[in-house]
């Protein structure tokens, strides 16, 4: 009798995919609402983007589960900063806190694959991508999730972002105008949901400029 073995694991990837696109004075985070385990859909309307702040916002794919236990740890820290500091957390402060959230948690990792986007104190647009462990970069555009290598190299054909390594340091922002970021957003979630199973059914967008939060959507291949 051959020896079985059970091989349970503690996490699952419910695929989807998130995009930031920061510019001079605006931001556009976007990110699908299927969410799926294997070759099953569990559902078509699942929002993987939330409001952490007045001018942040953050977008997760990954594991749904951790996800939703990070987004209870950061709204609850953030409600602490709140009453502590008499005001809200700036995107760049939201930034460090959820890179200390995710490295606290390294040996156990949250499997969630973030991008969080917003205005900075300036008023200028500014994205920061994530790996799972805390490890995070500002950067003028990013895509996670399951069509982020669909995406990316389309992302850096279209807004190559100069490198940090040039002198003097130019800012991480795209010099694209709000329309057109919206453009591109639409653009490259209509490319990979072509390929990546794991994308599709409809496009939520949130944009953050001075005139406060909007929100869009956009519908995507169903099958």
């Known amino acids: 009798m051959t020896k079985q073995q059970a091989n349970w694991s503690p996490y699952d990837n419910n695929g989807g995919t998130c995009v930031a696109i920061a510019g001079a004075d605006y931001c556009v985070i976007a990110a699908d609402t299927r969410m799926s385990t294997g070759y099953n859909i569990l559902t078509r309307d699942y929002s993987k983007i939330i409001k952490l702040a007045d001018k942040c916002v953050l977008a997760s794919s990954g594991f749904q589960a951790d996800v939703r236990a990070l987004q209870k740890v950061l709204a609850a820290r953030h409600l602490t900063y709140q009453h502590q500091h008499n005001k809200q957390m700036s995107c760049p402060a939201m930034g460090q806190l959820l890179s200390n959230t995710l490295y606290y948690k390294r040996f156990f990792p949250y499997y969630a694959f973030n991008v969080l986007g917003g205005l900075d104190n300036e008023g200028k647009g500014c994205v920061f991508t994530y790996d799972a462990v805390g490890s995070y970069e ?78 869009e959507e956009m519908d995507l291949r169903r099958d």
């Open 138 to 215: 500002r950067v003028g555009y990013s895509s996670q999730g399951s069509g982020a290598t669909l995406i990316m190299p389309f992302l850096d054909n279209q807004l190559k972002s100069p490198s940090p390594l040039l002198l003097p340091a130019k800012d991480a922002v795209t010099p694209l105008s709000e329309s057109e970021a919206i453009d591109l957003v639409k653009t490259c979630f209509a490319s990979a949901t072509e390929r990546d199973i794991y994308t599709g059914d409809k496009l939520e967008m949130i944009i953050l400029n001075a005139d406060g939060v909007r929100r």
